[in-house]
């Protein structure tokens, strides 16, 4: 098999189908960093999706933020978002909010018969995060896991499952980043176990591997193992300033994860296998470019990807399915995985000791 070529051979947007209309107009709720400079840009960007308005706890933050794009119409508080004003302004709702208030957003946009796109984790805990599986049952729902949408993964996806590299045997995963730096308030909410969950390692950056193994295995893990660490005052209220974690899957497949809020900026993901090895580095981190190196035998291929806008391709998906009549996935019982497998974690590390699934 010509490698080079193998990778070369793929369609970018291999979800894309022919749709009719559009776009989806999209309510954003949350209007912190991310949704103004990440989200807000990828939908201006898109191809089938459009903001028409913004929710803020702050009634003044989300009309001042009207003019973030043209297609922006409404400035809503929280309580105007759930009295349903201007509901018929837009299809879908977006939510990027901290952890632990999830719930009660996808809740409304549930009651107003809306499509609903969940950050991720999808909540803070096991308990919440059912109820919100419950509270989505009957509208198209995804959580927002914006490396299921990236080329490069789902090519590896397609290597693997295509059995290029053997049976997998081992996967290594790795992101990390100096969040202190970023974030010098350490009142930030991820800082705080009431709203970000039980610590703010996992759930925030390691749930990145964790999850991309879930998908590109196709497998969910039966046990882990897990150690949590924190010295830095700013993680006083959490216990995973630095963790790693192991998690055990069915046919013997074995993960080991390691994650950092107060290390050198670093993300890499590998699967090893009976026969080869595909390694992506870097890996998570949005504005970084993609390379591949897939090893088979006495061959081995660097692919580098174009750079693409995580955020846009995520949004196109959304839309696109939509549009396309399909639900979207990964769905809200996906997410739900990711928050059990986390407790677990959390769990392990206190315990010292390995907690099945």
Same mark, same amino acid.
């Given at each position: #098999?010509?490698?080079?070529?193998?990778?070369?051979?793929?369609?970018?947007?291999?979800?894309?189908?022919?749709?009719?209309?559009?776009?989806?107009?999209?309510?954003?709720?949350?209007?912190?960093?991310?949704?103004?400079?990440?989200?807000?840009?990828?939908?201006?960007?898109?191809?089938?999706?459009?903001?028409?308005? %913004?929710?803020?706890?702050?009634?003044?933050?989300?009309?001042?933020?009207?003019?973030?794009?043209?297609?922006?119409?409404?400035?809503?508080?929280?309580? $105007?978002? !759930?009295?349903?004003? @201007?509901?018929?302004?837009?299809?879908?709702?977006?939510?990027?909010?901290?952890?632990?208030?999830?719930?009660?957003?996808?809740?409304?946009?549930?009651?107003?018969?809306?499509?609903?796109?969940?950050?991720?984790?999808?909540? @803070?805990?096991? $308990?919440?995060?059912?109820? %919100?599986? /419950?509270?989505?049952?009957?509208?198209?729902?995804?959580?927002?896991?914006? #490396?299921?949408? !990236?080329? @490069?993964?789902?090519?590896?996806?397609?290597?693997?499952?295509?059995?290029?590299?053997?049976?997998?045997? +081992?996967?290594?995963?790795?992101?990390?980043?100096?969040?202190?730096?970023?974030?010098? &308030?350490? &009142?930030?909410?991820?800082? +705080?176990?009431? %709203?970000?969950?039980?610590?703010?390692?996992?759930?925030?950056?390691?749930?990145?591997?964790?999850?991309?193994?879930?998908?590109?295995?196709?497998?969910?893990?039966?046990?882990?193992?897990?150690?949590?660490?924190?010295?830095?005052?700013?993680?006083?209220?959490?216990? &995973?300033?630095?963790?790693?974690?192991?998690?055990?899957?069915?046919?013997?497949?074995?993960?080991?994860?390691? @994650? =950092?809020?107060?290390?050198?900026? =670093?993300?890499?993901?590998?699967?090893?296998?009976?026969?080869? $090895?595909?390694?992506?580095?870097?890996?998570?981190?949005?504005?970084?470019?993609?390379?591949?190196?897939?090893?088979?035998?006495?061959?081995?291929? &660097?692919?580098?990807?174009?750079?693409?806008?995580?955020?846009?391709? !995520?949004?196109?998906?959304?839309?696109?399915?939509?549009?396309?009549?399909?639900?979207?996935?990964?769905?809200?019982?996906?997410?739900?995985?990711?928050?059990?497998? #986390? /407790?677990?974690?959390?769990?392990?590390?206190?315990?010292?000791?390995?907690?099945? %699934?």
């Amino acid at each position: #098999m010509d490698l080079e070529a193998h990778l070369r051979d793929f369609t970018r947007r291999d979800w894309e189908q022919p749709v009719d209309g559009g776009p989806v107009r999209v309510a954003m709720v949350g209007l912190g960093w991310w949704t103004r400079e990440r989200a807000v840009p990828a939908v201006i960007a898109s191809d089938y999706c459009e903001t028409t308005t %913004l929710v803020s706890r702050s009634k003044e933050k989300a009309t001042e933020a009207t003019d973030l794009a043209d297609t922006v119409e409404h400035g809503l508080s929280v309580e $105007e978002f !759930e009295a349903g004003h @201007a509901a018929d302004a837009y299809d879908a709702v977006y939510v990027c909010t901290p952890n632990a208030t999830h719930l009660e957003h996808v809740e409304t946009a549930a009651e107003q018969g809306k499509a609903v796109l969940c950050e991720k984790p999808m909540e @803070a805990t096991v $308990e919440r995060a059912r109820e %919100l599986v /419950d509270a989505a049952s009957d509208v198209p729902a995804m959580v927002a896991y914006r #490396m299921q949408t !990236e080329p @490069a993964v789902r090519r590896a996806k397609e290597l693997i499952e295509a059995g290029l590299i053997g049976d997998p045997v +081992h996967v290594h995963g790795h992101m990390s980043q100096r969040f202190p730096q970023m974030f010098t &308030d350490y &009142d930030h909410w991820r800082y +705080h176990p009431e %709203l970000a969950g039980r610590g703010t390692t996992i759930t925030d950056i390691g749930v990145y591997p964790l999850n991309t193994i879930r998908f590109l295995i196709e497998s969910d893990p039966v046990s882990v193992q897990g150690v949590t660490i924190s010295n830095h005052e700013a993680f006083s209220e959490v216990p &995973d300033e630095h963790t790693s974690f192991t998690m055990r899957f069915p046919e013997d497949v074995v993960a080991t994860c390691t @994650a =950092s809020q107060n290390a050198y900026h =670093s993300s890499h993901l590998k699967v090893t296998g009976t026969e080869g $090895e595909v390694t992506m580095e870097p890996a998570f981190f949005d504005r970084q470019p993609r390379g591949l190196t897939v090893s088979v035998g006495e061959t081995t291929v &660097d692919h580098d990807f174009e750079r693409v806008n995580q955020m846009r391709e !995520e949004f196109d998906y959304f839309g696109n399915c939509l549009l396309s009549e399909r639900d979207p996935y990964p769905d809200a019982a996906h997410g739900l995985v990711d928050v059990e497998v #986390m /407790d677990a974690i959390y769990d392990a590390a206190a315990a010292g000791e390995a907690v099945s %699934l």
